[in-house]
C-alpha cells in the first residue's frame, strides 16, 4: 500500500462546476498538509498548505483534513478553464521529507 | 525575485555516462530537496539539505546517486554510470525555512538515457 493515495482521474467538469479532490494516507504522523497544482510542462506550484485537522479557505479554494480517516480533500467552487490542471497532495510528519500523491488530472470545460 | 533555476533544462546522454544537474534555489532559502517525477505520478522524494548539511538521503535509488550543496546554496545531483531506467524529469525545490513543507520548485531536467 503506497503512503499516500489518490485518485488519478482524469476528472472533467464543466465550467462553474464544484470540484472535490480527495487523498488518503496510511500513516498517522502526518501532521502538514498541502495542496500543489501542477500545469503541464510545468513544475508544481503550491495552493493550500494546512496544519493538522481542520479546514481553511482561500478565495474559490477550501482544504480539509480529518486525521481520524486519515483522509484529506480540495474543493474548487466556480471552476475555471485556468484550473485546468494536475492537482497533487502531499504531506509530511514534522520537518522534514514530503510524500506527494500520483496527482488528479482535473479539466474544466467551457 | 528570482524563482528556483535548474540547469540544464533537457541534458540527452549515453548509457554508462556520467551527469551532474545543477539546482540553484531561491536566494536566503535554507532547505533545499531534490526529486524525480515520472509522467503521471508525483513527485518522489530524494534527498534534502538544510545549508550543506544532508538531512535525509532516504530516496535515493543506489549508491550511483549522490548530492552535494557545499555552500549551502547551489546543489548539484550527479548520477553515475547511467542507465535507462534513470531517465524522467529531476526537480529542485526549495523552503524558506528549515524543512519546511511550503516549498517552491523550478523547472526541471529532463534526463534521457540512450
Known amino acids: 500500500q503506497k503512503e499516500v493515495e489518490q485518485d488519478p482521474g482524469p476528472l472533467s467538469v464543466p465550467e462553474g462546476a464544484i470540484v472535490s479532490l480527495n487523498c488518503t494516507y496510511s500513516n498517522s504522523a502526518f501532521q502538514y498538509f498541502m495542496w500543489y497544482r501542477q500545469y503541464s510542462r510545468k513544475g508544481p506550484e503550491l495552493l493550500m498548505y494546512?496544519?493538522?485537522?481542520g479546514n481553511k479557505e482561500d478565495g474559490r479554494f477550501t482544504a480539509q483534513v480529518d486525521k481520524s480517516s486519515k483522509y484529506i480533500s480540495l474543493f474548487i467552487r466556480d471552476s475555471q478553464p485556468s484550473d485546468s490542471a494536475t492537482y497533487l497532495c502531499?504531506?509530511?510528519?514534522?520537518?522534514?521529507?514530503?510524500?506527494f500523491g500520483p496527482g488528479t488530472s482535473l479539466s474544466v470545460i467551457p | 525575485g528570482a524563482g528556483v533555476s535548474q540547469s540544464p533544462r533537457y541534458k540527452v546522454t549515453k548509457r554508462g555516462q556520467d551527469v551532474a544537474l545543477r539546482c540553484d534555489p531561491i536566494s536566503g532559502h535554507v532547505s533545499l530537496y531534490w526529486y524525480r517525477q515520472a509522467l503521471g505520478q508525483g513527485p518522489e522524494f530524494l534527498t534534502y539539505?538544510?545549508?550543506?548539511?544532508?538531512?535525509?538521503k532516504s530516496g535515493l535509488p543506489n549508491d550511483r546517486f549522490s548530492a552535494e550543496r557545499p555552500e549551502g546554496s547551489i546543489s548539484t545531483l550527479t548520477i553515475q554510470r547511467t542507465e535507462q531506467r534513470d531517465s524522467a524529469m529531476y526537480r529542485c525545490?526549495?523552503?524558506?525555512?528549515?524543512?519546511?513543507?511550503?516549498?517552491?520548485f523550478g523547472p526541471g531536467t529532463r534526463l534521457t538515457v540512450t
Open positions: 502531499a504531506m509530511s510528519r514534522d520537518h522534514d521529507k514530503v510524500i
Open positions: 539539505f538544510n545549508y550543506e548539511a544532508q538531512q535525509d
Open positions: 494546512t496544519y493538522s485537522s
Open positions: 525545490a526549495s523552503s524558506l525555512l528549515a524543512g519546511a513543507a511550503e516549498q517552491y
